[in-house]
C-alpha cells in the first residue's frame, strides 16, 4: 500500500525568505537583518550556500544574527572590515505602499540603518499584517539618543504634540539600552507627516537614529496565504 506525504505548507515568513534568498549570487558580500524573519532568510541562505556551492559572505547587523549565522557555517566578516555591500536582507515592523519603512521595535537600529543605506541593494521581507497606510500606525517610532540627551529630546518633542517615553527594558524595572549603548524613546507623531518627521528627526541634536527608513528599499517581498507579491520602485 503506498502512502502520500504532504509537504509542510511554508508560512509567509518563510516563502518571503525562499524569494529573497534566491537572489544571492557568488561573490556575493551580503548583509543580515535582525529578527524571526531574518532567521528564516540565514537559514535559507545557508542552505542555498551548500545546495549551490556558493563562495559569499556575510555581515551581520546584530550579534544574534551573527551567531545564528556562524552555527548554519556562513562566512562572517565584521562591519569595520566591508568597503562595500551588494545587498541587505531585513524584515520591517511597518511597510507603506511606497516602500517607506519602520524599524527599530529590537536593539539594532543604528547598524540596521547603517547598511541598509550603504547597500547596493536592500531587499525587505514582510507578511501582509505589516502593510500600513502610514508610519507609525501600529507601533509608536523608536528614536535612539545618547543617554545625556534623552530628556531634552523628550521635552522638545512633546512640545511638538509627540507622546511617548524611554523605552523600558524587558523586566520593566530600568530604562532599555540598544545594542550601541544609547536609550531609545517610542513616540507617536499626530500633527506631521512622515516625510516631515524623518526631516525632524534626521537633523535633531542629540538623536543617533530613528526608526523612519525613506528611500532606501529597492524591493519588498510581501507574503500571504496567496503568495508572494514583489514591491518595486
Given amino acids: ?12 515568513k518563510q ?3 525562499i524569494k529573497a534568498a534566491e537572489i544571492v549570487d ?8 535582525t529578527g524571526s524573519t531574518a532567521n528564516l532568510f540565514i537559514d535559507e541562505l545557508a542552505r542555498r550556500q551548500r545546495e549551490h556551492q556558493l563562495d559569499i559572505q556575510v555581515v551581520a547587523s546584530s550579534v544574534i544574527s551573527r551567531v545564528k549565522a556562524e552555527q548554519a557555517g556562513l562566512k562572517v566578516m565584521a562591519i569595520e572590515h566591508l568597503s562595500h555591500l551588494d545587498m541587505y536582507v531585513d524584515g520591517a515592523d511597518e511597510v507603506t505602499s511606497d516602500m517607506t519603512l519602520l524599524k527599530g521595535r529590537g536593539q539594532d537600529l543604528v547598524c540596521e540603518k547603517l547598511l541598509a543605506s550603504h547597500a547596493t541593494a536592500f531587499y525587505v521581507m514582510v507578511d501582509e499584517s505589516k502593510m500600513v497606510n502610514k508610519i507609525g500606525e501600529k507601533n509608536a ?6 543617554p545625556q540627551a534623552a530628556q531634552l529630546v523628550l521635552n522638545r518633542l512633546s512640545k511638538l504634540q509627540a507622546k511617548g517615553s524611554l523605552r523600558l527594558n524587558a523586566a ?14 517610542d513616540m507617536q507623531f499626530t500633527t506631521f507627516e512622515t516625510a516631515q518627521i524623518n526631516a525632524l528627526l534626521t537633523v535633531m541634536p542629540g538623536v543617533v537614529e530613528h526608526g523612519i527608513f525613506a528611500d532606501v528599499a529597492k524591493a519588498v517581498f510581501v507574503g500571504s496565504s496567496d503568495g508572494v507579491k514583489l514591491l518595486q520602485a
Fill in 26 to 33: 557568488n561573490g556575493m558580500i551580503v548583509g543580515l537583518g
Fill in 141 to 146: 517610532i523608536p528614536i535612539e539618543v545618547i
Fill in 172 to 185: 520593566g524595572d530600568n530604562v532599555a539600552y540598544s545594542a550601541a549603548g544609547n536609550l531609545i524613546l
Fill in 1 to 12: 500500500m503506498s502512502t502520500n506525504t504532504k509537504a509542510t505548507p511554508q508560512s509567509p
Fill in 15 to 17: 516563502q518571503v525568505a
